[in-house]
């Protein structure tokens, strides 16, 4: 399975950008999709959420300004970033949780990142 991720970039403070992660391989299903984000100099922290069980989360800083959406169909997860702010500005990776394999017989849960886009919120 891999990951490509895309829809990073420049953004003034205020602004808005909307990043994508498509999943290809053969998949059977999605146990979890997240994204993640890493700051310069700074650990790597969650973001936003599916999990395998429950709701969808969020990290406080991003609750009301970030909203995660998923389509099955196009085994695609979606981060929309409104109100951006200077302290966003960081690498963001997704991350899946998939039911792989050759035969669904014989699938098995690999967890697969992405290789990360930045966004930088700049004036």
């Known amino acids: 399975v891999q990951l490509q991720a895309s829809g990073g970039g420049l953004v003034q403070p205020g602004g808005s950008l909307r990043l994508s992660c498509s999943a290809s391989?053969?998949?059977?299903?999605?146990?979890?999709m997240s994204w993640y984000r890493q700051p310069p100099g700074k650990e790597r922290e969650l973001v936003a959420a599916?999990?395998?069980?429950?709701?969808?989360r969020y990290a406080e800083s991003v609750k009301g300004r970030f909203t995660i959406t998923r389509d099955d169909a196009k085994n695609t997860v979606y981060l929309q970033m409104d109100s951006l702010k200077p302290e966003d500005t960081a690498v963001y990776f997704c991350?899946?949780?998939?039911?792989?394999?050759?035969?669904?017989?014989?699938?098995?849960?690999?967890?697969?990142w992405g290789q990360g886009t930045l966004v930088t919120v700049s004036s």
């Open positions: 991350n899946v949780d998939v039911l792989v394999g050759p035969t669904y017989q014989d699938s098995y849960y690999q967890t697969v």
């Open positions: 599916f999990p395998s069980v429950g709701n969808i």
């Open positions: 391989g053969n998949i059977f299903s999605f146990n979890a």
